[in-house]
């Protein structure tokens, strides 16, 4: 990240908004909360301890949450992991919507951003004017608003890099969730790759073909795979 241009406004969470979601919107769009089956709740239990565990033996903070293609649950797993993590104790969780492609980890908390990640990107809006919490206190989210086809270009940006090492670096015990676009349907989460520490992914139990899995392997090399969550999306 040498040669980064510094963030134009540094980042000040206490202007965080709050943003309470209804249960039920939560339940019919499957985001974790208190009245979700215990099954899942212990599911998203044994991913979180398995992902920490891993970052934390490396010293990373960091990973992208990808699918091979649309529609495979890579974002519900990357907010529901969010959510899991930030319920441990002395921990803080940062989910960023870097699929500018098609945003919509906000829609899953029934919001509506003014300002997007795409707004500090092209022009500079401060990022806590974006920021929101969904009521969730060690929870924070940073989400995208519009659609970009041209997204590589825009996450390569020298304000997009300087805004990355703010964010990985501004608090110890913060973990960073970012959610890319399918690897096999764009170049972005492989563009983006030196900023983030390792990989978590999602495949779609009898969906996903061997074929995008091995394409996969070849095109992530060296980066460091962190798991592979096996869901069942339908």
Same mark, same amino acid.
């Given at each position: 990240?040498?040669?980064?241009?510094?963030?134009?406004?540094?980042?000040?969470?206490?202007?965080?908004?709050?943003?309470?979601? *209804?249960?039920?919107?939560?339940?019919?769009?499957?985001?974790?909360?208190?009245?979700?089956?215990?099954?899942?709740?212990?599911?998203?239990?044994?991913?979180?301890?398995?992902?920490?565990?891993?970052?934390?033996?490396? @010293?990373? @903070?960091?990973?992208?949450?990808?699918?091979?293609?649309? +529609?495979?649950?890579?974002?519900?797993?990357?907010?529901?992991?969010?959510?899991?993590?930030?319920? *441990?104790?002395?921990?803080?969780?940062?989910?960023?919507?870097?699929?500018f492609r098609n945003p919509s980890i906000h829609r899953y908390f029934n919001y509506t951003p003014i300002l997007g990640l795409s707004d500090y990107a092209l022009d500079n809006a401060r990022i806590e004017d974006m920021l929101f919490t969904p009521?969730?206190?060690?929870?924070?989210?940073?989400?995208?608003? *519009?659609?970009?086809?041209?997204?590589? *270009?825009?996450?390569?940006?020298?304000?997009?890099?300087?805004?990355?090492?703010?964010?990985?670096?501004?608090?110890?015990?913060?973990?960073?969730?970012?959610?890319?676009?399918?690897?096999?349907?764009?170049?972005?989460?492989?563009?983006?790759?030196?900023?983030?520490?390792?990989?978590?992914?999602?495949?779609?139990? +009898?969906?996903?073909?061997?074929?995008?899995?091995?394409?996969?392997?070849?095109?992530?090399?060296?980066?460091?795979?962190?798991?592979?969550?096996? @869901?069942?999306?339908?």
């Amino acid at each position: 990240m040498q040669g980064a241009t510094k963030l134009v406004y540094p980042i000040r969470y206490r202007f965080t908004q709050i943003h309470k979601v *209804e249960k039920d919107y939560l339940n019919r769009h499957r985001v974790l909360n208190p009245a979700s089956s215990r099954s899942v709740i212990k599911s998203y239990k044994l991913l979180r301890t398995q992902v920490i565990r891993k970052l934390a033996r490396n @010293n990373w @903070n960091s990973l992208a949450v990808v699918s091979a293609r649309s +529609g495979q649950g890579a974002t519900l797993t990357a907010i529901n992991l969010a959510i899991s993590v930030s319920l *441990e104790p002395n921990r803080t969780v940062l989910l960023a919507d870097f699929d500018f492609r098609n945003p919509s980890i906000h829609r899953y908390f029934n919001y509506t951003p003014i300002l997007g990640l795409s707004d500090y990107a092209l022009d500079n809006a401060r990022i806590e004017d974006m920021l929101f919490t969904p009521n969730i206190e060690s929870l924070v989210v940073l989400p995208g608003r *519009e659609r970009f086809e041209d997204s590589s *270009e825009l996450l390569a940006a020298p304000n997009m890099v300087s805004l990355v090492g703010e964010l990985k670096t501004r608090y110890a015990q913060r973990i960073i969730i970012y959610d890319m676009p399918p690897l096999l349907e764009s170049d972005d989460a492989l563009a983006f790759a030196d900023n983030y520490d390792a990989i978590l992914l999602v495949i779609e139990e +009898g969906v996903t073909k061997r074929s995008d899995i091995k394409r996969i392997a070849e095109l992530v090399g060296e980066k460091p795979v962190l798991g592979t969550v096996f @869901n069942n999306v339908s």
